[in-house]
């Protein structure tokens, strides 16, 4: 199985900073990733798809890049309803998928 | 608007068994693949389960295989998830959620929570 990881598990920012939070995967997967993010007590909500594509409706400050292994998701400034966790999904062995173990994103 | 909304959580002693259900309404439901993914308390997201748009194809995870059922009532616009002899760590709360591009989640809902306990 394909195992991801995501680091930092969290973090502290304040509003208007630069975020940026990686994910791993064991082995390729192409560019198979979405990043999630949620608020507690919520549904996890999708921000991006496809490693980079912006889904319908999210603020263009989300962003998100990488392919094979590595991947990064940026909030190129931190706004005060982003704090949340925010977790990458790979779906490259479709129809099974896989999270992350998630991103805590904090006031600092 | 585009909606699902869970029921059917609860409070169950293990080894018993419990069925979740999803609605669905907003969109055409019958075009679209439907997941359940599941979170314990404090924990991270975890897959659970898919069901191919028209219910041809299932597939669960490893934690739920033989244990757990997926399904669906495309004339209903429905999905249930039938789980049986559950265990402690079954509890957490159950999403549904609406594929999109085969394997991503565009639309989930609010979770209704299941409780495994004696």
């Known amino acids: 199985d394909i195992q991801m990881t995501q680091s930092p598990s969290s973090l502290s920012a304040s509003v208007g900073d630069r975020v940026t939070i990686t994910c791993q995967a064991s082995q390729g997967i192409s560019n198979h990733l979405n990043w999630y993010q949620q608020k507690p007590g919520k549904a996890p909500k999708l921000l991006i798809y496809d490693a980079f594509n912006l889904q319908t409706g999210v603020p263009s400050r989300f962003s998100g890049s990488g392919s094979g292994t590595d991947f990064t998701f940026t909030i190129s400034s931190l706004q005060p309803e982003d704090f949340a966790t925010y977790y990458c999904q790979h779906y490259d062995n479709f129809p099974r998928v896989t999270f992350g173990p998630g991103t805590k994103v904090d006031f600092k | 608007q585009v909606q699902l909304v869970e029921s059917g959580g609860g409070v169950v002693q293990p080894g018993r068994s419990l069925r979740l259900s999803c609605a669905a309404s907003g969109f055409t439901f019958r075009s679209h693949g439907m997941h359940w993914v599941r979170q314990a308390p404090g924990k991270g997201l975890e897959w659970v389960a898919v069901?191919?748009?028209?219910?041809?194809?299932?597939y669960y995870a490893d934690s739920v295989q033989g244990r757990f059922t997926i399904s669906r009532d495309n004339s209903k616009n429905t999905m249930s998830l039938q789980m049986n002899n559950l265990r402690a760590e079954d509890t957490a709360i159950y999403y549904c959620?609406?594929?999109?591009?085969?394997?991503?989640?565009?639309?989930w809902g609010q979770g209704t929570t299941v409780t495994v306990s004696s």
């Open positions: 069901i191919w748009y028209d219910g041809s194809n299932k």
């Open positions: 959620a609406r594929d999109v591009r085969a394997g991503g989640m565009d639309v």
